[in-house]
């Protein structure tokens, strides 16, 4: 079928039945659940109030730091967390914007924010918290000099600091070791590098002092290394190394509270990653984790890394008491009536609350006050009417308050915003629901609900963030809050509830959304990058959508000089909120080449939006809403192309079908099911793509069909798949001996040399020059081959800095009647990205065969 509106097409429903071919996704009940109710409050019971209880008493906390989303180990943080009780974080240095999505379209930035939400699932499941820095994943680099260079080492390692300040470990375990650069990722190394020097500084004064008005010095016990044989080379050297510096811990222990097994529970949180493929079977059994000291005093107890430290109530002044009380409770813990212990727990949240040491105060407090709500079976909610609303706007909020205990509760007042209202000690009965509808009215200044990180534009590997408090932080704060000030026995306590969505969908049941703030109207291009192949005007649609009834407003299409729009602006009427309305320009490119962008201005009550609105919404995380300045790249190029019909067989997902109907193609979606001999006759070309062989099954039972169509004339390009995750027992990816590496050229700024310069290949139609391997984004490519037949020509030759030269991106030979292309560069990247000389070489390698002069590969001078 065409592919048309392809954005459109791809991830819904109907493309699902693609995704059966990637791995396995199911890891039982545990796991549904949570997915399902991944934006749900949380509902304890007698068992989970318990073991919170058990993390109250415990007063240590670990900090888990490595480079990326899905590097942690979830074995190591669940056993701190639920094993050793302890207060336990991951800090990923980078939200992982730099990698790939095997569940949807998002990618760089839009995917950082998937990942984040994707770490923050899994922290919900092994009990750890979230922490990242305002380091951006730029991509694959090969040494910290590149990766520190380009994160500006200073501004990361201060990050570093102040996120260790702030949640002051007294255990930091590092995933990388630092003291082997270039051996592997360069945010790996570079992670553990940040960890140790800043281990060093979060005690110096000197050190960030503009921090020390804010948080205070620390100083953290120790620090490891969590190694393993993988850092050695082979389970045999790991075995007959040193291991007088390392500790040996047992991470699968069993839990009979939870009746799950530590390493099922680990397995269950990095399946979250799905994003990056990580879904898993879970795993039981005894199961060892290795730390390496590397600063600090090694404990003497193999299997307690607290050892020294001391992790009871008596840490604090004045805290021996509240222990008394505390661990009595959990001695005598009555599962069948946990509400019994109320009087007491208030007895211990009265004391906590005038203890000296305000860090440990504000965490134990919110434990403490989480607990007694539990056992209260307290229900305080507060939902707005809708999702979204504007500035200065007015929205219901609907507030439900549900004793589910005998305990006397009386219900003070309710705090929406800054306006109080009081409820003049209402006795909140017996599962008695107490509901009251209030108006929140939203102050015209009121900032826009988005990635706090994403608010103002960054560099290649930094975020901005102006707020240096928000530094650390996974997520933006919620923008209201609901304050719920109950009297328990005489005593106040004020809990506060941010304002969320709740509703219900007929094939999903309830549902969670958080409340968002947003503009007006926003608007959004059909297509991101716009080719202009030739001079020729094209009909720009801008679709409005409407987040307030009764919208009006004009909108204009910013552009640069030398392009021409036939209308300054155009006027639009949208009666309904969330319905939309499609206005269209008419764009008149340049004579010459030329690359800029587009921008739709909407004029609303006096008021210029320029932004585009985009949900990122799966099943496994809370919806996400983020606003980008909308704009789409627009190109004048001077392209030729030869070919109609090219057939796709989709892979882990990419935009490339898209980016080439820009060109003029008309890309037919290929299930692989379908194809059978002589069913891709039909095709110009049929293109594979990124990692079609990592993820779908079926292909190396289609392959035979894919050579014969080559056979008989087609044109089969491969785009790239990893080495090493491809079925081993599947040889035949080409038709003559083809070896794929990890051999990769991350500098996308990499010097190319033409090796077949007299291949049609970058000759025909379009001539290829180093000229159009600048402004590539991100890399060169990756996963080149390194061993190939001699039938294959290499194309091109480049290399890293400092590093020998590979050959392996490009790769053509003649099969048959038709050619056989491999490549590992990132078209899947710079087609979206608009480069102009990535669309010129694709249409070549598309347009092989149909060269003039007898089909001669050798055509330059002709």
């Known amino acids: ?503 219900s969908k007929p094939d999903k049941g309830e549902l969670y959304e958080p409340f968002e703030i947003i503009p007006e109207a926003t608007a959004r291009f059909g297509d991101r990058v716009l080719i202009f192949a030739d001079g020729t005007p094209r009909k720009i649609p801008v679709t409005i959508t409407a987040h307030k009834d009764g919208l009006k407003g004009s909108v204009q299409l910013y552009h640069n000089k030398g392009w021409e729009v036939d209308q300054d602006f155009i006027e639009f009427e949208i009666a309904n909120k969330d319905d939309e309305k499609t206005v269209v320009f008419t764009l008149t490119p340049p004579s010459n080449e030329d690359d800029s962008f587009i921008t739709p201005i909407i004029r609303v009550d006096g008021k210029e939006l320029d932004k585009e609105l985009i949900e990122i919404a799966y099943d496994h995380i809370p919806t996400q809403t983020v606003l980008n300045t909308s704009e789409a790249k627009v190109v004048r190029l001077d392209i030729q192309k030869v070919g109609e019909h090219i057939g796709y067989i989709m892979g882990a997902g990419d935009e490339v079908p898209e980016s080439l109907e820009q060109i003029g193609f008309t890309v037919h979606l290929v299930d692989p099911t379908e194809i059978e001999s002589g069913s891709l006759d039909k095709y110009d070309a049929v293109v594979t793509g990124i990692r079609a062989y990592n993820v779908i099954e079926e292909l190396k039972f289609k392959q035979r069909f894919l050579l014969d169509y080559v056979k008989q004339g087609g044109n089969l390009v491969i785009q790239y798949n990893t080495a090493g995750r491809r079925d081993e027992t599947f040889n035949e990816l080409a038709p003559y001996p083809l070896k794929l590496s990890r051999d990769r050229i991350t500098n996308e700024n990499s010097n190319v040399k033409i090796l077949a310069s007299d291949h049609a290949v970058v000759n025909f139609p379009n001539i290829i020059t180093s000229a159009d391997f600048e402004g590539w984004v991100q890399e060169r490519g990756l996963y080149f081959p390194d061993e190939w037949d001699p039938k294959f020509t290499p194309i091109l030759q480049m290399n890293d800095e400092g590093e020998s030269p590979t050959n392996g991106a490009l790769l053509v030979a003649p099969y048959g009647k038709g050619n056989y292309i491999y490549t590992g560069l990132s078209f899947f990247r710079e087609l979206p990205a608009g480069v102009p000389g990535a669309y010129k070489l694709f249409a070549n390698i598309l347009s092989l065969g149909k060269e003039p002069m007898n089909n001669s590969t050798d055509i330059k001078g002709k």
């Open 1 to 503: 079928m065409p592919c048309h509106n392809l954005s459109s097409y791809i991830w819904t429903p109907t493309y699902i039945k693609y995704m059966r071919y990637l791995p396995v996704l199911f890891i039982g009940l545990f796991l549904s659940l949570h997915s399902a109710f991944a934006q749900a409050p949380k509902k304890s019971t007698s068992s989970d109030i318990y073991n919170s209880l058990q993390k109250l008493n415990f007063l240590g906390t670990a900090l888990y730091i490595a480079a990326h989303p899905d590097d942690e180990n979830t074995r190591l943080i669940s056993y701190l967390s639920n094993e050793v009780k302890a207060r336990t974080g991951y800090l990923s240095i980078t939200r992982g914007d730099g990698g790939q999505n095997l569940i949807g379209p998002e990618l760089r930035e839009l995917l950082g924010v998937l990942r984040t939400e994707e770490l923050l699932a899994a922290r919900r499941v092994d009990g750890g918290e979230q922490f990242f820095t305002r380091a951006n994943d730029f991509g694959y680099s090969k040494h910290p000099d590149e990766t520190l260079k380009i994160w500006d080492k200073e501004a990361v390692l201060g990050d570093v600091v102040w996120i260790i300040r702030n949640f002051k470990p007294d255990v930091i375990v590092n995933r990388f070791d630092h003291r082997t650069p270039g051996s592997t990722h360069g945010h790996h190394t570079s992670s553990a590098m940040l960890s140790v020097e800043a281990f060093d500084l979060v005690n110096d004064k000197n050190a960030y002092p503009e921090q020390l008005d804010k948080v205070s010095l620390w100083q953290p016990k120790r620090l490891f290394f969590n190694t393993s044989w993988w850092f050695y080379g082979s389970p045999e050297n790991f075995e007959s190394a040193d291991k007088s510096k390392m500790m040996n811990l047992d991470v699968g222990v069993y839990y009979p509270l939870k009746g799950l097994s530590n390493n099922e529970i680990a397995s269950i949180a990095s399946s979250q990653h799905l994003s990056q493929g990580f879904g898993r079977i879970s795993e039981r059994g005894s199961q060892s984790e290795y730390i390496e000291l590397i600063s600090g005093d090694l404990p003497k107890n193999e299997t307690n890394i607290f050892e020294g430290i001391d992790t009871n109530w008596s840490r604090l002044k004045g805290g021996e008491a509240i222990g008394k009380i505390l661990y009595s409770i959990e001695k005598e813990f009555d599962f069948v009536n946990p509400e019994k212990h109320l009087p007491e727990l208030l007895e211990a949240y009265k004391l906590l609350a005038n203890i000296e040491d305000e860090h440990w105060k504000d965490i134990k407090l919110r434990e403490l006050q989480d607990i007694i709500l539990s056992l209260c079976g307290l229900y305080l909610e507060a939902s707005a009417e809708a999702s979204n609303t504007n500035p200065g706007s007015t929205v219901k909020i609907n507030i439900e308050a549900l004793n589910r205990s005998n305990t006397d509760i009386l219900f003070n007042s309710i705090t929406l915003a800054t306006d109080s209202y009081p409820q003049n000690k209402t006795p909140l009965a017996y599962n008695q629901k107490k509901n009251l509808e209030l108006e929140l009215k939203i102050p015209e200044a009121e900032t826009y609900t988005s990635p706090y990180w994403l608010a103002e534009k960054g560099s290649l590997g930094m975020y901005k963030v102006s707020q240096p408090e928000l530094i650390g932080s996974p997520e933006t704060k919620r923008p209201f809050y609901a304050v719920f000030d109950l009297d328990f026995n005489g005593y106040s306590i004020k809990i506060k509830k941010p304002v969320i969505y709740r509703y």
